[in-house]
């Protein structure tokens, strides 16, 4: 967790979160009130944190890797735009005792009758990046993520988005590649990679990245063993440069190409 971020859950009276994410972090929550949510419960979860910042609490929306990846952010303000909330920005800059007169100013500047909180969005690690470390140096050119659930994202639209990603030779990093209601769609993703890849180009997988019962394992995407995957599970597929050595998942940068090693 970032040092920031930590800060932030110490400070908070109101911690909300999936219930899972909240186990992870519960030695630092003994003096919080907690408000644990389930799986599919994502708009009711933002809807009570806004609640309670409107009501004057400090209050911490927890989410998994980076709050603005695939996370809780975007959807906290949408329901502002769409409700009419106003929301200012955190001014990290600022000492506690100017930030309270930044919201003062701010609170007596603001039109009659409305109403807003204070946010912010705080930066975490993101699942690329703690894959993306245990692997080696998978992600040193261009890289693109894309979800495969169709949750939210209807699989026509994610069809075209990983068959525009891969045809452009970006690495690929999936996201929640197999659950027990969508099982199939792991290979169709991987066969449609396969389109403009390489049967030997090289995929890693980890699961459970940076937690308990981490795992991880080079392969082909020829060989990827789709029923080993879950949800927790990160896939980086190569591009066409990428290459193992001695364990280690690489795509260059380009340096050697352009300037030369000293030998000595």
Not at 27 to 38: F, I, N, Q, R, S
Not at 105 to 121: D, H, I, S, T, W
Not at 181 to 193: C, F, H, Y
Request: aromatic letters at 8%.
């Amino acid at each position: 967790m970032a040092p920031e971020a930590l800060g932030a859950l110490g400070a908070a009276q109101i911690v909300l979160g999936y219930k899972t994410y909240l186990e992870l972090v519960g030695d630092l929550l003994h003096d919080k009130t907690v408000v644990a949510g389930a799986m599919r419960k994502e708009v009711e979860r933002c809807q009570a944190a806004i609640d309670f910042a409107l009501a004057g609490k400090n209050v911490a929306l927890l989410s998994s890797g980076d709050a603005g990846i695939y996370g809780m952010a975007g959807l906290v303000l949408d329901i502002c735009r769409q409700k009419g909330i106003d929301v200012w920005e955190w001014d990290t800059d600022l000492s506690g005792e100017a930030q309270q007169g930044a919201e003062e100013q701010c609170a007596g500047e603001a039109p009659r009758g409305a109403r807003g909180f204070f946010l912010r969005v705080i930066p975490g690690i993101a699942a690329f990046n703690a894959a993306a470390s245990i692997l080696g140096a998978p992600l040193m050119h261009d890289f693109a993520a894309v979800s495969l659930s169709d949750h939210l994202t209807p699989w026509e639209v994610i069809e075209r988005r990983l068959h525009a990603a891969s045809e452009a030779d970006f690495v690929l990093a999936l996201y929640n590649p197999r659950s027990k209601s969508r099982p199939d769609l792991l290979e169709k993703a991987r066969q449609i990679i396969l389109r403009s890849r390489l049967a030997q180009t090289p995929a890693g997988i980890v699961g459970k990245a940076m937690r308990e019962g981490q795992w991880r394992r080079l392969c082909t995407l020829a060989d990827l063993p789709v029923e080993e995957v879950d949800m927790q599970t990160v896939i980086i597929v190569g591009n066409s440069q990428t290459y193992v050595w001695k364990g280690w998942m690489i795509t260059p940068r380009g340096y050697l190409d352009k300037y030369a090693v000293d030998e000595s």
